[in-house]
């Protein structure tokens, strides 16, 4: 168990809607870093948030946001959601800001399924 | 052309091989490589990491970075069925995120 945790675990939903997925860093951990999974695309880096704020962002589509509240949660929101949406979401966290020898801790997951 | 790439297997082996997973970068600059390990149904877990070239050893496994062929090793010997998962290569490519291969399936067979 690595200490993040994440809900829900899964979720299944429909075309069009819009969900939110949740995350709690370990305790004591700032950054919190949102990755995609999919068969065809692999793990894919989303969006890092340190201590509040937006530091790095990769291939996130403009449908989808994020932010990291001043408990250090954050939530990864995915609206009109399409059917290639579907995959594994996965929140890390590590205690400080980027760096390439800082271990990221990835949560368990949340799978969506679009439908 | 992607900027990590891994064989995506699956590979089957017995128990107690000596296992070879690989993986190739694209861009001689990156300098940091990690191996994660990833079970079924869980979040990757880092199990190794390198800074540039040469080998990194621990318990089972070594970790070994050739940057003149731009390719990257993980071996694990005495391989377990509990080694049994999906390996995740992955660098820094200087974008402040990790980049990670497509990760190849590993079954020991006991």
């Known amino acids: 168990d690595s200490g993040v945790t994440q809900t829900p675990k899964h979720l299944i939903t429909a075309t069009g809607q819009r969900v939110t997925l949740r995350c709690s860093p370990r305790?004591?951990?700032?950054?919190v870093y949102w990755y995609q999974q999919s068969l065809d695309q692999g793990l894919q880096f989303l969006i890092q948030?340190?201590?509040?704020?937006?530091?790095a962002k990769g291939n996130i589509l403009e449908r989808f946001s994020a932010q990291q509240f001043p408990d250090l949660h954050s939530e990864l929101n995915l609206s009109s959601l399409e059917l290639g949406d579907s995959a594994l979401y996965f929140c890390?966290?590590?205690?400080?800001?980027?760096?390439?020898?800082?271990?990221?801790?990835f949560g368990p997951g949340t799978r969506l399924t679009v439908l | 052309q992607k900027e990590v790439e891994q064989d995506p297997g699956p590979l089957s082996v017995p128990e107690g091989a000596i296992v070879s997973l690989n993986c190739t970068y694209s861009n001689s600059a990156f300098q940091y490589f990690m191996w994660y390990r990833q079970y079924s149904r869980k979040g990757p877990e880092l199990l190794m990491y390198?800074?540039?070239?040469g080998n990194k050893e621990d318990g089972r496994f070594t970790a070994q970075v050739d940057k003149s062929s731009k390719y990257i090793s993980l071996f694990i010997r005495d391989s377990q069925p509990s080694d049994s998962a999906t390996y995740l290569c992955a660098t820094d490519t200087g974008r402040r995120a990790l980049t990670f291969g497509s990760g190849t399936r590993l079954q020991v067979q006991p």
């Open positions: 390198t800074y540039s070239s």
């Open positions: 890390a966290s590590s205690p400080r800001d980027w760096s390439s020898y800082n271990e990221q801790f």
């Open positions: 948030y340190y201590n509040g704020e937006e530091r």
């Open positions: 305790s004591g951990d700032l950054s």
